[in-house]
Antibody, heavy 121, light 110 residues
Framework: QVQLQESGPGLVMPSQTLSLTCTVS??????????WSWIRQPAEKGLEWIGR???????NNNPSVNSRVTVSVDTSKNQFSLKLTSVTAADTAIYYC?????????????WGQGILVTVSS | QSALTQPPSVSGSPGQSVTISCTGT?????????VSWYQQPPGTAPKLMIF???NRPSGVPDRFSGSKSGNTASLTISGLQAEDEADYFC??????????FGGGTKLTVL
């Protein structure tokens, strides 16, 4: 059974960088059938896709945050990460990591439980 | 990119059927059969219910079905049960090589 678990600080100061890690267990992250994504959900709102990366390196992001986002994959640790720079209160949300099925399928079959990140001084 | 359009809420009585719509454009829902649906009970992570318009993952009851016509996809839940009460989100691939979700629909079982 594949499991994903987010970790990182729950509070980030405005203008700083939000950094989260997702640890994957039950399968190898080094498989280009899948891509590794971050998705967020502000309180009482819908889901917003942030970005994705294949273990091979191919990556793309939501244009709304593209200039601030980096998604990276560490195959040696079976982890992937999110960095979001210059955060504001609008970045406060529950952040989910998820496994996406690639190769022209594009849906998310496994999700982490989510981690609440608050941007505040 | 704008979110896919879903009704904010739907409701139905146990045993009835409900349908949730998801309207996009010719650049996403209308162009690709890469539409998926997710169920999110309060305080939990989303769970995949339908992928590629109408396919159910193993373990999802056949009461859940999906379809698409033009730029609108639909999720139908038949034989409503109390446990179906949750938020439902649609998702789609886009011609910009990105992913997009709907705003979510709250299903209330009366």
């Amino acid at each position: 059974q594949v499991q994903l678990q987010e970790s990182g600080p729950g509070l980030v100061m405005p203008s700083q960088t939000l950094s989260l890690t997702c640890t994957v267990s039950g399968d190898s992250i080094n498989n280009d059938l899948y891509y590794w994504s971050w998705i967020r959900q502000p309180a009482e709102k819908g889901l917003e896709w942030i970005g994705r990366r294949y273990s091979s390196g191919s990556t793309n992001n939501n244009p709304s945050v593209n200039s601030r986002v980096t998604v990276s994959v560490d195959t040696s640790k079976n982890q992937f990460s999110l960095k979001l720079t210059s955060v504001t209160a609008a970045d406060t949300a529950i952040y989910y990591c998820a496994r996406g099925i690639g190769r022209g399928h594009d849906y998310f079959d496994y999700w982490g439980q989510g981690i609440l990140v608050t941007v505040s001084s | 990119q704008s979110a896919l359009t879903q009704p904010p809420s739907v409701s139905g009585s146990p045993g009835q059927s409900v349908t949730i719509s998801c309207t996009g454009t010719s650049s996403d829902v209308g162009r690709y059969n890469r539409v998926s649906w997710y169920q999110q009970p309060p305080g939990t992570a989303p769970k995949l219910m339908i992928f590629e318009v109408s396919n159910r993952p193993s373990g999802v009851p056949d009461r859940f079905s999906g379809s698409k016509s033009g730029n609108t996809a639909s999720l139908t839940i038949s034989g409503l049960q109390a446990e179906d009460e949750a938020d439902y989100f649609c998702g789609s691939y886009t011609s910009s090589n990105t992913l997009i979700f709907g705003g979510g629909t709250k299903l209330t079982v009366l």
